[in-house]
């Protein structure tokens, strides 16, 4: 994970997950992934999100935050999983394939990101760069960087991402919690 990838790399992603996307949707069998025709990055463990959107609004966001196995695998089974998974909406229809759009993130390995006090959390993360996880007890959450186009405030976007981990939204200010951070690099149809 130490390099960018290539333009031919991430076409290469784009076209597994469009793939995965349609045939899952369709209850067809997945494409087998010869990964020795692959560029090796691509063999290479790598943690990625899918994000399925309509006309700019998420339809679907699957992924993972830790590396376990081949990339173009990670990116086939997220796409496949943002597509029936997602528990926040139905699965997609195969009417609607022709109107999603993918989005692929490949993440950095997470950093703890330690503080003292809310307002040091709130200077140490950085908008628009910065993946934010935060983690209290069995209860996480993340938040890829692309979330801050929504939620430009720091304050705002450690409050929802609390609501999402299942706290209230000020838990952030009232105790410590686990927070690390990550980047990502984003690529999309």
Request: proline share 8%; charged share 25%.
């Amino acid at each position: 994970m130490g390099h960018t990838l290539s333009q031919d790399e991430k076409s290469l992603l784009l076209n597994i997950a469009r793939d995965a996307l349609e045939m899952s949707v369709r209850a067809e069998p997945l494409p087998t992934i010869d990964l020795s025709s692959l560029p090796q990055r691509l063999n290479e463990n790598g943690a990625s999100f899918v994000t399925l959107t309509i006309q700019e609004r998420l339809r679907g966001c699957i992924g993972t935050l830790e590396a376990y196995q081949p990339l173009a695998l990670d990116v086939q089974e997220h796409a496949v999983a943002a597509a029936l998974q997602d528990p926040r909406f139905p699965r997609v229809r195969p009417e609607e394939l022709p109107t999603i759009k993918i989005e692929v993130s490949v993440l950095t390995p997470r950093t703890p990101l330690h503080y003292e006090t809310p307002e040091e959390l709130i200077e140490k993360i950085r908008p628009k760069i910065d993946g934010v996880v935060l983690q209290d007890g069995f209860r996480k959450a993340t938040f890829l960087p692309q979330v801050w186009e929504k939620l430009h405030d720091p304050a705002q976007f450690l409050s929802h991402l609390s609501l999402k981990m299942g706290s209230r939204a000020d838990v952030w200010r009232k105790k410590p919690l686990d927070v690390s951070i990550y980047q990502v690099e984003e690529f999309h149809e």
